[in-house]
């Protein structure tokens, strides 16, 4: 440590001069100090240690002793210049004297740097008090000790919450928090993710929504599309909903339309609808033609054999 020990300032007079008996600090000079012990000085005007006249003056970890006049104070500056005898801190930070600088700077004074919380920033040096830190704008985050805020980035939103810290309510955000599955956000600094409309879907984090395919459905906030189930279809893309086959008919899952049969009916060649199965035939259902009982036959040659179920001459056919 440095100790200033046994100093003395006088005035000419007595009414005048005599300020800072250890120390006077002039013109553009900057002064910083750091674990320095002022020990019986004496000022017979003003200010027993340190006097600041047109310059800078930071002191951190100062010790004042032997107050031999008790109307006078340790530390004095005049107009225009800069005094602080709290820690002198880097920005994203503030140290906090608690007693007023310029009359009792000797006590109680914090001797090391505080972050300013999550959701603020500073971008000040040499800042004294939790007021420095600054909210960060809406869309805006920031970690504890930041100097400035960062913008979220699409496909999150910035968190809100609010934190007392020594009395003080802070609003700032301090989290870019990715959108649930179902919801967007296509911009940067969203403050809310969007809901994805119906016919549509995304993951988590989405800046955009994916529309479903043909053959596939979604709900409004859904995280991803659904194939159509059997029995169902649909043609178009970005459906909320599978329409129900018709009668008779059915589809396989994801189906774009529904070209299956039931047993007991069948799709003749060329036809967008269901027939029934023809007499002295089976039809086992799905994409089957129907088959000719024991002692019938179809002409495969014709366009329309499906349904032509022939009788065999002379039992010439099983």
């Known amino acids: 440590n440095i100790l200033f020990s046994n100093n003395s300032a006088y005035s000419k007079d007595g009414s005048t001069g005599g300020y800072g008996g250890a ?127 960062e913008i979220c980035d699409v496909g999150k939103y910035a968190t809100n919450g609010t934190t ?22 296509p911009v940067e600094g969203g403050l809310q993710c969007v809901i994805c409309e119906s016919g549509s879907s995304s993951d988590i984090g989405a800046s955009d929504c994916v529309t479903c395919g043909p053959g596939q459905y979604a709900q409004s906030g859904s995280a991803s599309c659904s194939d159509c189930l059997p029995g169902t279809s649909t043609a178009s893309s970005g459906s909320d909903s599978c329409a129900s086959c018709a009668a008779f008919e059915s589809s396989e899952s994801g189906a774009t339309s529904c070209k299956l049969a039931l047993p007991g009916y069948y799709f003749a060649p060329g036809s967008s609808s269901v027939d029934k199965c023809p007499s002295n035939s089976q039809c086992a259902g799905n994409y089957n033609l129907p088959r000719p009982d024991s002692g019938f036959w179809v002409e495969r040659r014709s366009a329309s054999y499906a349904d032509k179920i022939e009788r065999c001459p002379r039992n010439t056919c099983k």
């Open 23 to 149: 120390l006077y600090v002039a013109g553009d000079a900057e002064v910083v100090l750091t674990n320095v012990e002022f020990d019986n000085n004496y000022a017979d005007f003003q200010y027993l240690d340190i006097w600041v006249n047109e310059g800078s003056f930071y002191g951190t970890d100062l010790t004042f002793s032997n107050k031999a006049n008790k109307d006078l104070s340790h530390v004095g500056a005049d107009d225009g210049t800069t005094l602080s005898c709290g820690p002198s801190c880097g920005v994203g930070e503030y140290g906090n004297c608690s007693l007023n600088i310029l009359d009792l700077c000797y006590a109680n004074c914090d001797t090391s740097c505080t972050d300013c919380p999550a959701g603020t920033a500073n971008d000040q040096e040499q800042s004294s008090d939790i007021s420095s830190c600054v909210d960060s704008a809406p869309g805006f985050v920031s970690e504890a000790g930041a100097s400035d805020c």
């Open 164 to 185: 007392v810290v020594n009395g003080l309510s802070l609003t700032g955000s301090s989290l870019c928090a990715e959108c649930e599955a179902g919801y967007y956000q």
